[in-house]
């Protein structure tokens, strides 16, 4: 019975917080309201599989560094699209240019937006997918900015230098940011291992604490219970750092 409690209490602070599967139910909008409603469990718990799915991947080592990678090379991107439209490149070869110019090998880093940019395709529309699937903001800008350029015969140039620089900034003061971070989230780290050397210092003074917590309903409770609230401080802590970052 604890174990499913602690299991019910990890999952429950997990759903329910901003943020999660079950509140992209929420922030959906009046569209994405209407879909769940028609949709009924099924479609919430395929929402909050999706938003489960998304932060276990968010909370996997090195997708930090792989979402900065990319968060630079689309800013790359865009200061090459500047570079090229101003060359006198017509605006979807310039944007095939500036996406190869960043991209390694077969490894694009707007893929649909290059895509539809090829094969005469809606590049607004692409460019908005690609934002919602990187999570990345300035593919949505991009995308405005090319909307407007289209709709208007605006020079899409200065708009997207604008863009840049703004890009630029943010990122020289996420890397401050990220600078005054490392503290808290190596004492995070260091906490979720206090356990083990817990387990280290029982075993040394002579007891036989593994035996106990595997050998009894109360000490895999307690394993159970401990693991999961070890892994929601983690990741509370990490989800504290994000939001930080966010607010830039």
């Given amino acids: 019975m604890l174990i499913w409690a602690a299991l019910a209490a990890a999952a429950a602070a997990f759903l329910l917080v901003p943020g999660s599967g079950a509140g992209a139910l929420r922030g959906g909008g009046v569209v994405g309201a209407e879909v769940v409603r028609r949709a009924g469990w099924a479609g919430r718990l ?10 276990i991947s968010a909370a996997l080592p090195g997708s930090r560094r792989r979402r900065a990678a990319e968060h630079d090379r689309v800013i790359e991107a865009l200061g090459a699209l500047v570079s090229e439209v ?7 070869r310039a ?6 110019s960043v991209s390694p090998g077969s490894t694009p880093v707007a893929h649909r937006s290059l895509a539809a940019s090829r094969w005469g395709g809606d590049v607004v529309a692409a460019l908005r997918q690609d934002a919602r699937d990187m999570r990345e903001p300035l ?3 991009l995308a405005a900015c090319w909307s407007v350029s289209e709709g208007t015969g605006a020079g899409l140039a200065s708009s997207v230098e604008r863009l840049v620089e703004g890009a630029r900034a943010a990122a020289d003061v996420r890397v401050q940011l990220e600078a005054h971070l490392a503290a808290p989230r190596a004492t995070a780290r260091l906490l979720a291992t206090l356990p083990l050397l817990g387990l280290l210092l029982g075993v040394s003074l002579g007891g036989d604490p593994v035996s106990w917590l595997l050998g009894s309903a109360m000490g895999r409770a307690c394993v159970v219970g401990g693991v999961a609230l070890t892994l929601l401080g983690l990741w509370w802590t990490g ?10």
């Fill in 46 to 55: 395929s929402v909050a599989a999706k938003g489960i799915e998304r932060r």
């Fill in 86 to 92: 101003r060359a006198g490149q017509p605006i979807r």
């Fill in 95 to 100: 944007w095939e240019r500036a996406v190869a």
């Fill in 139 to 141: 593919l949505e800008g």
């Fill in 239 to 248: 989800r504290i750092a994000d939001r930080a970052e966010r607010l830039l």
